[in-house]
C-alpha cells in the first residue's frame, strides 16, 4: 500500500481517535486548494457513521463504504454492514464493488490523454474509427410504421468524439421499455450479444439513433463506444490500456474489468428487493445475468469496472489536483477543467433526468446552480454515480472529494437510501 496513503490515513485515525477520547472540537486543517486556510470538523463528519448504520438495521441497504478527501488528505472513512449477509463477512475499505457507470468518467479521461497526445481530436467522426458508424441512420419515430419497422432519415452531420463523451450521441441505451426502438436495443444489447468489444459495438450501429447527433442529452452506450475507440486507436485492449496507463501509474492495484470467477472473492454481493421489501439475491432472471455469479465477456468503458473506495479516491484526487498525483501526471491541468466544465446546451437537456441548474461536462455532471436542484450542492461540483449504488464527486472550489459505495440493483421494491445525500451535506456543512 502506498506509503503517503498510509501517512494520511494514520493522521485521519488518531483524529477521530482524539475527538472520540476527549469530546473536544478538532479540525484538519486544508494544506492545498483554492479556498486555503479551511478547515474540516472530524467531529461532525463522525456522524456519519450513525446514519448509515440506521439504514443497515432497517434493512434499506446491506452495507456502506465511505471516503472524503480533503486537502489532499483523507480526512473521514467508514464501513458499515455486510458485505455478503449470508456469509456474515463485514463491509471493509478493501471491498470491491461493481462501481458500474462511475466507469464512465475514467474511459473520459483516457479519451482525453489520447487528445492530448494528438492521437485523436473531440471534432473528429466516429466513423474514422469505427467504420461501422459511416452509414448510421436516424430514427424519425421511436415507434413501429405502419410497415412494423423504425421510419429513419441520414445523418445530417457526423456524429463525434465529443458527442460520445457529452451523452448527446443521439444513442440508445438498456432503460428505454416504453418504445419500439427502446425494446429492440434491449432485445439485442451488448451485454446480451457475443463476440469481443468491437463486434459488439459494430452490431450496435445496426439500431437507428434516437436523435440526430448533438441535438439532445441522452443517457447511453456513448462510454462504451468511447471504450472501442480507444482501443483503435492506441492498438491495446481497453482493459489493456486502462491498466497500463491509468491503473498502475496511479498505484490503483484493486481496480479493473473483472472478466473471470476468480474475481468475485473480493466483491461485495448485489441485493435485490423483493415485494415483501426483504433484501435477496437476484439469480437470473430471463435474458439478465445474475451480477452475483455471472462474468462479463467483455470490457465495458461504460459500466465493467469494479474498485475500492481508496482505489476510487486515487482518482478523484488526481481529478481534484489537476491531472497529477504523487509525481504522475496523465493530464494537464487546462484538459481537467475541461473536462469538468459544462459542454451541454440548455436546449439539448430539455426533458432529460439532469437536474435544473446542472450540466455536463466531459463524462461526469457539472453543477452551475446548485439551488436549482434542490439538494445541498456547490458550484464546480463534478462527479457520476453507478447502477449498483455508487457515487462520487469532486468540487476543486473546496479541494473535497467523496465516494459512497453501496451494492443494490433497481427495482420496484427497494428503499430509497438517504445516504448519499447525508454524505454530501455532511462533507460540505463540516467545512469552516
Known amino acids: 500500500m502506498h506509503l503517503k496513503f498510509l501517512s494520511c490515513l494514520m493522521s485521519a485515525v488518531l483524529a477521530l481517535l482524539l475527538v472520540a477520547c476527549s469530546g473536544q472540537h478538532t479540525t484538519v486543517e486544508v494544506r492545498k486548494g483554492a479556498q486555503s486556510g479551511l478547515d474540516i470538523s472530524t467531529e461532525r463528519l463522525a456522524q456519519i457513521e450513525e446514519k448509515l448504520q440506521a439504514e443497515v438495521e432497517a434493512g434499506i441497504r446491506s452495507g456502506f463504504v465511505v471516503m472524503i478527501n480533503q486537502g489532499g488528505e483523507t ?11 449470508e456469509q456474515s463477512k463485514p463491509m471493509t475499505q478493501e471491498t470491491q464493488f461493481r462501481i458500474a457507470s462511475m466507469t464512465k468518467p475514467v474511459t473520459s479521461l483516457a479519451i482525453m490523454m489520447l487528445v492530448e497526445r494528438g492521437d485523436l481530436l473531440l471534432t473528429d467522426p466516429v466513423a474514422r474509427y469505427i467504420p461501422s458508424f459511416e452509414g448510421l441512420k436516424v430514427a424519425t419515430s421511436h415507434n413501429y410504421n405502419e410497415d412494423g419497422v423504425i421510419p429513419t432519415e441520414p445523418l445530417q452531420r457526423p456524429l463525434t468524439i465529443h458527442q460520445l463523451l457529452t451523452h448527446t450521441s443521439g444513442l440508445g441505451y438498456i432503460f428505454d421499455f416504453s418504445t419500439d426502438l427502446g425494446k429492440e436495443m434491449i432485445a439485442g444489447s451488448l451485454y446480451t450479444l457475443e463476440g469481443d ?6 452490431a450496435l450501429a445496426d439500431f437507428p439513433l434516437y ?6 442529452w441522452r443517457y447511453s452506450y ?11 486507436v492506441s492498438g491495446k485492449s481497453l482493459d489493456a490500456f486502462l491498466a497500463e496507463e491509468i ?7 484493486d481496480t479493473g474489468f473483472f472478466l473471470g470467477q476468480d474475481d468475485f472473492s473480493d466483491l461485495a454481493m448485489v441485493y435485490i428487493f423483493n415485494e415483501a421489501g426483504e433484501m435477496v439475491l437476484p439469480g437470473r432472471r430471463g435474458n439478465n ?12 468503458g461504460g459500466g465493467g469496472l469494479v474498485s475500492t473506495a481508496r482505489d476510487y479516491m486515487r482518482f ?24 469538468m466544465s459544462p459542454h451541454v446546451t440548455q436546449e439539448a437537456l430539455l426533458g432529460s433526468f439532469m437536474k435544473p441548474g446542472e450540466n455536463f461536462g466531459l463524462g461526469g455532471r457539472v453543477v452551475l446552480e446548485p439551488g436549482f436542484a434542490g439538494r445541498v450542492q456547490a458550484p464546480g461540483e463534478f462527479g457520476w454515480g453507478g447502477y449498483y449504488d455508487t457515487v462520487f464527486f469532486v468540487n476543486p472550489a473546496y479541494d473535497l472529494a467523496a465516494i459512497v459505495l ?8 427497494a428503499p430509497e437510501s438517504r445516504a448519499q445525500g447525508i454524505v454530501k451535506a455532511t462533507a460540505y456543512g463540516a467545512l469552516e
Open 211 to 216: 436523435s440526430q447527433p448533438g441535438t439532445e
Open 406 to 413: 453501496a451494492q443494490r440493483e433497481p427495482g420496484p421494491y
Open 316 to 339: 478523484a484526487q488526481l481529478l481534484l489536483n489537476g491531472g497529477e498525483l504523487d509525481g504522475v501526471r496523465l493530464l494537464s491541468p487546462a484538459t481537467v477543467e475541461l473536462m
Open 289 to 300: 445475468p445474475d451480477p452475483n455469479t455471472d462474468s462479463p465477456a467483455w470490457p465495458s
Open 75 to 85: 480526512v473521514y472513512e467508514t464501513a458499515v454492514g455486510l458485505a455478503d449477509i
Open 247 to 253: 491503473f498502475l501509474p496511479l498505484g490503483m492495484e
Open 222 to 232: 456513448a462510454t462504451d463506444v468511447a471504450g472501442r475507440v480507444i482501443e483503435v
Open 197 to 202: 468489444l468491437g463486434a459488439r459495438i459494430d
